[in-house]
């Protein structure tokens, strides 16, 4: 194997899960290449840090705080069992009252239920991104159909009033480097998920979204 | 083998009689889960948030969703993983509102306590202590998706199917995961000063 093992390669070994010519193939490269050897050994170092730290204790008073909030909470039976003393004891006209009522309620109830959703996807999914090195030099970049330009350290959208503008940390264009700065973008575009960042509105107005496609892997 | 899987098909069986009785209002029922899950579910709370404080209040409302709807599990998985779920759901929504904030600057919080073990010398718990420091304050640098795998697999134990069925993903996007967050904590560590080889006491 002329190039280097792959980070899962060396996980995988480092966990023994690596047999047959998989195992060879790494064996073989780990003893003609010394950078490989290098990053095993640290890795090894990781993961033997990692299995040394001890559980961590949660504080004695939580088990104490949550019996007593469970306590506040409805009986898990209390409704089911109120619900069925509520149909016995009822005539059949006002059972047919009830379902109607109830039937209503559930409609309201999931009506504004999915208007709160589309609002929770929009408050979930956004993430800031950090101001990175920009300034020197730099040009206008182009984030898919977008254009930024630098400005006073901020990548400021082209012919967007810079008060509700995105900082959006951008190097030659290529989304891939937002990662550096903005970790838990990485896993998303590396799964080819596209991911949407939330441009923050410092009027507090309702801010602005910018979607970010996964770069195309290298053929 | 036959009992492994009579072991495992026991462990459901009382996973659903807890339940059961949960959903018939025994209160000791819910007080046995606390007890299984608890230290677990804040050791995964305060390794995925970095902050004891956030932890406890993380574990606390976890375990509220616990009580409200345990009532539902069905014993389609292992109440353990379903446990696990619920918890990271919750992390994650929760600290994605908190992700909102700027933070590049911010220093991860200090660990808070860990279990004490009476067979190791001072020294050895103070090494062990500042090891853990570092790979902690590491650990909060990795991408959520990353840190989450390693905390589940190299941190709390779980095998590569669990961690798949808990994140509802393929095992082979599990092995992915690990592998680029173990592989950040290499790198950072390496900026700084290395760790301990592997063959220490
Ligand atoms: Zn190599």
Known sequence: MSRHATAEQLSSYVDGELVGPRLRLVETHLVECQDCRRRLDGLQRVVAGLHRLEPLAPPPVLGQDLARRVRLEPKPRDLLERLEEHLRSTPLQSTVGFTFALVFALAVILYLFSGWVERQVLLHQPVLVAPSEVGAGAAVRRVGPRSFHAEDGRWLEVGVDPRGAAVVAVDDGVVRQLLVFEPELEPLLDEGVPVVLAMEDPAGGPGRVLEILPTPPEP | ?201
């Open chain 2, 1 to 201: 083998m036959e009992a492994a899987e009579s072991t495992a098909a026991a462990l459901a069986q009382s996973d659903l009689d807890l339940v059961e009785r949960h959903r018939y209002g025994d209160p000791a029922a819910f007080e046995e889960v606390y007890r299984r899950y608890g230290e677990m579910v804040y050791s995964l709370c305060h390794r995925l948030s970095g902050d004891p404080d956030l932890a406890a209040d993380l574990t606390q409302e976890a375990f509220l969703r616990i009580f409200r709807h345990v009532g539902k599990f069905r014993g389609g998985s292992s109440l353990k993983t379903w446990v696990y779920r619920v918890a990271l759901n919750h992390c994650r929504s929760r600290l994605a509102r908190r992700r909102l904030f700027w933070r590049s600057l911010a220093e991860p919080d200090e660990p808070g306590p860990e279990a004490v073990d009476p067979g190791r010398s001072p020294e050895d718990r103070a090494i062990a202590h500042d090891e853990g420091r570092r790979l902690t304050r590491a650990l909060a640098a990795v991408p959520v998706a990353y840190r989450e795998a390693v905390v589940l697999f190299d941190l709390q134990g779980l095998s590569y199917e669990e961690i798949a069925r808990v994140l509802g993903v393929r095992l082979g996007t599990v092995r992915s995961r690990l592998a680029r967050g173990r592989e950040r904590l290499r790198q950072i560590l390496e900026e700084g000063e290395p760790l301990a080889p592997e063959s220490s006491p």
